[in-house]
């Protein structure tokens, strides 16, 4: 699994004109799967991200997670971080994994992540959504659990 993680001050997705996802401080994760991703990535990438400690404190050091600031995470699906675009001017996405066992894992690192205490919203499993948000710092981060 491969997961975008930006520090939001607020976001939401809107799919049909419908806001379907809204947090206000907290984190905006984009999240990818590939074909070899297990629950154990998903549960090793819920882990970490619950205690990522890239808030900062009174210091403006980076000492305090999303739990610790009592925020919540905006997750959304995006098999597009898998695009390869070595070859041509259109990415190939072979490496992202079957609908349906993405779907599966995605639902299951969502779950992981509310059994830290943290409050999730999501957008629509394989819909075309706007995703808006303000990054906060900006601060953006790449986690891959093939490369733990």
Known sequence: MKIVVQRSKAAKVIVNQETVGEINKGLVLLVGVTHEDTEQDAQWLADKIAGLRIFEDEHEKMNFSVQDIGGAILSVSQ???????????????????????????YTFFNECLRKHNLPVSTGTFGAMMDVQFTNWGPVTLILDSQSR
Do not use: S
């Open 79 to 105: 098999f597009t971080l898998f695009g390869d675009c070595r070859k041509g001017r259109r990415p190939n996405f072979m490496a992202a994994a079957r609908p349906e066992q993405a779907e599966q894992l």
